[in-house]
């Protein structure tokens, strides 16, 4: 079990280690770091200057190097537009981003779940038939416009709940900001926390109904069945527990991408986000922003996908021999 | 005379589809006593796992029970709600299925299997049931059972889990087990030790079991009486001697002269010509007259019943009680039978 786990945490340092070159190659070559801090009428020798001291004159492997010495100190360097180092404002932004996912992604899998499982058990009931209407709305409306649409109903029609920001926040810590100790806090999140997950919810709930369905034919299930097991029995625990290992494979990664893909829906709600930082940093081209938010998306799949891995095991007792050995 | 355990009469199955209703199984009528094994034989599709699901209430829509009825110790139980039939449902009959590979849920511990079932159908305690569950892996010749009880279903092989779902299928001691083909996903030598330990069961506890399978070798070995079944219908049902050395109806010869033996010089192995009818499109009359050598005028008009069949015809053996076959060749009224 320890052997797998290193060799997980090998191989994602490795993807890491691909990551970081990428975000390298963008920091150093997508356009030139210095025309960027200088201005039009900065004299020729101060220029050079400037780019002996930024290093940008050694070998490209000793400024990866470098690059990669400080990723691991946490430091990107100072943002273009905000002057500010850009660990800092990706800090004060992240937990507004954080807790947006989280909250989606947990949206996304309870009523999923919910809605997956009682479609694949009463299939034939007009409320399963809704599900998954509902289910193919989800899947076919593009974000942005369900956000809006969330929007116009929910904040501009109805007013009942707040159009965009994130409400009072608490401060928790050093650094951390939370939403959910405030009651506009909470009011605020559940817009952008339906849209964001909303597309995850649906997949999920069409995952987990065609898996249920697949596992409800198979014969251990007709082997409880024909031992007078209880249905719910039947259904919550042995169909439900084997459905559930290639949901937790897909909700993994579906969570990374919740993240990753928070940009849309911090920009309709104008969540003051990670998200929108990036949105903001591709408009100016501030490429230590860019660099340093392709790091953290990309840390942050190997961390949840070395997290299913691990979770396998937990579920199914014949993948922690595969691990073992 | 004692009661027969399960009563089946006139059972009919019917699975509605698109292009209709098909008749799965058309009047199948049969008893098995105390202890006793029927063996149900018959080509795929004959119908004998759909038998087997209809008497467990394990019909899967769009099939459903058409008509007949089954008893159990004479109480119906084709027409009971679905929760009185799961309380019968391992309780008081059980099922054994064919692939003991995939019959075992793979998350779950043998015991936790084995003690969530016992705590279903009785009011053991936990570590009661435990214990019982370790007797009946120990009595299905499990060795070690208090260790083996905390393994999961990929640490046995694949006899090792035909026992364990034996094991399951006795949780609750029930009067009637249904096997269906428990031993084809199984080695030869394996096969003979399954086949032992439900003949021995049998014997011991008075359990009376209904086993399908096309295997003649395993009927020989271990039914007391075997059914033909051919095309959803009871072709020949008798005692295990009669039928596999002397049957009547030309398919079951046909079954049987089918059988590879080692006696038998270099002769080719009898094959009936044709393949059975599909479910939409059975013919009138004899199921089996278009393949039957023996076919004449009533055959393809007029259904035949299982019956006790007329004796002597061309130096048949003499018949055993309880032999019955349906096939008018031997209707006691042979006045047809000459046209």
């Given at each position: 079990m320890l052997a797998f786990v290193i060799r997980r945490i090998m191989q994602s340092a490795a993807v890491m280690l691909a990551v970081a070159l990428i975000a390298f190659l963008m920091f150093r070559f997508v356009g030139d770091p210095v025309n960027q801090m200088v201005g039009v009428d900065t004299p020729q020798e101060e220029v050079a200057r400037l780019r002996q001291s930024l290093g940008l004159n050694d070998p490209t492997i000793v400024q990866f190097g470098r690059f990669m010495w400080n990723a691991l100190h946490f430091d990107f360097g100072v943002s273009y537009q905000f002057r500010q180092p850009v660990t800092r404002l990706l800090a004060e932004r992240a937990p507004a981003t954080l807790e947006l996912a989280f909250t989606a992604a947990a949206f996304a899998l309870v009523v999923g779940l919910i809605m997956g499982v009682y479609c694949a058990l009463r299939r034939d009931s007009w409320l399963a038939q809704i599900f998954q209407a509902i289910s193919l709305i989800g899947v076919s409306l593009p974000t942005f416009l369900i956000g809006i649409l969330l929007i116009y109903l929910f904040a501009v029609i109805l007013g009942w709940l707040p159009s965009n920001g994130r409400g009072e926040v608490v401060k928790v810590g050093d650094w951390w900001t939370t939403g959910f100790l405030t009651t506009s806090g909470l009011r605020a999140l559940v817009l952008p926390a339906i849209t964001l997950g909303l597309f995850q919810m649906t997949l999920i709930m069409r995952l987990v109904r065609a898996e249920m369905l697949e596992v409800m034919r198979t014969d251990y299930i007709k082997f409880a069945k024909a031992r007078g097991l209880r249905t719910r029995s039947i259904h919550f625990g042995h169909a439900l527990k084997n459905t559930l290992i290639p949901v937790i494979t897909i909700a993994g990664l579906q969570l990374g991408s919740i993240i990753a893909f928070a940009i849309i829906t911090e920009t309709v709600f104008n969540w003051p986000g990670m998200g929108l930082l990036f949105l903001k940093a591709v408009q100016n081209v501030d490429i230590p922003i860019m660099a340093a938010y392709l790091m953290l998306i990309g840390l942050l799949f190997v961390l949840i996908n070395l997290l299913v891995d691990l979770t396998y095991g937990l579920v199914d007792p014949r993948l922690r021999i595969a691990m073992r050995s | 005379m004692t009661e027969p355990v399960i009563s089946v009469r006139d059972l009919r199955v019917e699975f509605v589809t698109r292009k209709g209703i098909l008749r799965a199984i058309d009047g199948v009528s049969f008893d098995i006593m105390p202890g006793e094994v029927l063996g149900v034989v018959g080509e795929s599709g004959a119908g004998k796992s759909v038998t087997g699901s209809a008497i467990i209430g394990l019909i899967e829509p769009p099939g459903r029970i058409a008509g007949g009825e089954i008893r159990l110790h004479g109480q119906r139980i084709d027409n009971l709600d679905p929760e009185s039939l799961r309380r019968i449902r391992g309780r008081k009959i059980a099922m054994i299925f064919q692939d003991p590979l995939t019959s075992l849920?793979?998350?779950?511990?043998v015991g936790e299997q084995l003690v969530e079932t016992i705590l279903t159908h009785t009011d053991l305690s936990p570590s009661a049931a435990r214990a019982r569950a370790i007797d009946l892996l120990n009595e299905v010749g499990i060795p070690a059972p208090e260790r083996r009880i905390d393994g999961y279903p990929h640490e046995f092989s694949g006899g090792m889990r035909q026992r364990v779902v034996i094991a399951l299928a006795l949780c609750a001691e029930p009067d009637f087990i249904v096997a269906d083909e428990p031993t084809t996903a199984l080695d030869v030598s394996v096969q003979a030790q399954i086949i032992a330990l439900i003949r021995k069961l049998c014997r011991e506890r008075g359990t009376a079991v209904m086993l399908v399978t096309h295997d003649m070798g395993v009927i020989a070995e271990t039914a007391d009486r075997v059914a033909v079944m051919y095309a959803g219908r009871v072709a020949e049902i008798g005692p295990v001697r009669d039928v596999v050395k002397h049957p009547l109806h030309p398919y079951a010869k046909g079954l049987m002269g089918a059988i590879p033996t080692l006696e038998a010089e270099a002769e080719r192995l009898v094959q009936i010509p044709g393949s059975m009818p599909r479910l939409s499109n059975i013919p009138q009359g004899c199921a089996f007259n278009p393949r039957c050598d023996r076919v004449f005028d009533r055959c393809r008009v007029e259904r035949p019943d299982p019956d006790i069949p007329r004796t002597g015809l061309e130096g048949e053996a003499p018949l055993m009680p309880g032999h019955r076959v349906a096939c008018h060749l031997y209707t006691r009224n042979p006045v047809e039978n000459a046209s």
């Open positions: - | 849920n793979p998350l779950y511990r």
